[in-house]
C-alpha cells in the first residue's frame, strides 16, 4: 500500500492510501487536546449509507472489509507521517466504515498495537452481536462513539436508513449496554449531529427523555451537520441554533451526563468523513 494523495492544512492531513488490489482508502492524522489522533478506516468504502456522509455517495461505496494486515500496514504507514513522535497518540476506527462489522480484525490491530496509543476509539451505529460479544469479554476497553444523531429510532432511520433493521441496535439497546459496558470500566459517548431532522423541540423533547433514563456517566457530543452538497434530504440548520439545541440539553440532564459541542478538527477539509475518497473516485 501507499499514499497517492495528500492534504494537509496545519495539522489536519489527510490522505489517500492505494491498496494492494487497487482500492482506495482515507485516512487523517490530526492533533486534538494534545494527541494525534490515527484516523483510519475499518472497511473499504462502507456500507451502512447513512444520508450525511459522502462514503454513500461514492461511485464504489463499498467493497469489503480491511484485513487486520492492512490495518496493521495502515497504522505503521501512518506513524511514518508524523510530525512530532514523542506527543501521545489516539488510535481512532472512526472513519468510513463500520467497525462493528469487522470486529475481528479490528480487535486484532487494536491489540497489536495497544502499547503504542494513549487510547483507543471507535465510531459505531451500534451492531447488535458485536456488542453482545464486546459485553462477554475484552481485554481492552475502546471508548465506543454511538452515531446516535436522534431522539427516536424512527428519527434515527431518516438519517441511517440501515437503523430500522434488526441487526442494527435500537436507541434502547444503546442505553443498555452503556449500562454495562461502563460497569466495565469502558466509557460510552453519543454522537448527535444536529441538522434540520432532528432539532425540533419534539427531538429535544424525547432526547431529554432519553437522557434520564441514563443512570452511568455519559458524554453527549453534539456537532453541526455541514451540507455536503447532495440530495441527501437533510438541511444544514444555523450555528446559532445547533449551539441553542446544546444548551439547553446541558442545562436540563442530570450530572452524570457530560455534554459538549464540538467543532470538527479539520473541518473545513471535511476531515474523516470519506470526501476526498468519494471525489477522487468522481474524477476518475
Ligand atoms: S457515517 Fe460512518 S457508518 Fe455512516 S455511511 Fe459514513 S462511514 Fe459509514
Request: hydrophobic share 35%; glycine share 6%.
Amino acid at each position: 500500500m501507499y499514499i497517492i494523495d495528500r492534504y494537509e492544512e496545519n495539522n489536519n492531513k489527510k490522505y489517500i492510501i492505494q491498496l494492494q488490489d487497487g482500492y482506495f482508502i482515507e485516512v487523517a492524522l490530526f492533533e486534538h487536546r494534545n494527541a494525534i489522533h490515527f484516523c483510519i478506516p475499518s472497511q473499504v468504502g462502507c456500507c451502512v449509507g447513512c444520508r450525511h456522509c459522502s462514503t454513500t455517495y461514492a461511485q464504489v461505496p463499498y467493497v469489503r472489509n480491511l484485513s487486520s494486515r492492512e490495518l496493521n500496514n495502515i497504522v505503521e504507514l501512518l506513524i511514518t507521517q508524523l510530525w512530532n513522535k514523542n506527543i501521545p497518540k489516539v488510535l481512532s476506527f472512526s472513519g468510513h466504515g463500520e467497525p462493528m462489522m469487522n470486529w475481528e480484525n479490528i480487535q486484532k490491530c487494536a491489540r497489536d498495537n495497544i502499547n503504542r496509543f494513549l487510547n483507543i476509539y471507535l465510531t459505531s451505529i451500534g451492531i447488535v452481536c458485536t456488542m453482545h460479544e464486546i459485553l462477554l469479554g475484552l481485554d481492552f476497553y475502546p471508548n465506543i462513539y454511538f452515531s446516535l444523531h436522534a431522539s427516536c429510532d424512527n428519527e434515527r432511520a431518516e438519517l441511517i436508513p440501515l437503523a430500522g433493521n434488526e441487526q442494527i441496535a435500537n436507541l434502547q439497546q444503546i442505553i443498555e449496554f452503556g449500562k454495562y459496558y461502563t460497569q466495565m470500566g469502558g466509557q460510552v459517548i453519543w454522537n448527535y449531529m444536529i441538522c434540520n431532522v432532528n432539532s425540533s423541540d419534539e427531538s429535544f423533547q424525547r432526547l431529554l427523555g432519553l437522557c434520564r433514563k441514563v443512570e452511568y456517566s455519559l458524554d453527549i457530543r453534539f456537532t453541526k451537520y455541514i451540507d455536503i452538497r447532495k440530495n441527501n434530504k437533510i438541511k444544514e440548520i444555523d450555528s446559532a441554533v445547533s449551539k441553542a439545541f446544546c444548551q439547553k440539553i446541558s442545562d436540563q440532564v442530570s450530572s452524570n451526563i457530560h455534554v459538549r459541542f464540538s467543532t470538527l478538527e479539520g473541518e473545513e477539509m471535511g476531515i474523516a468523513c470519506g470526501q476526498m475518497r468519494a471525489f477522487l473516485q468522481d474524477k476518475k
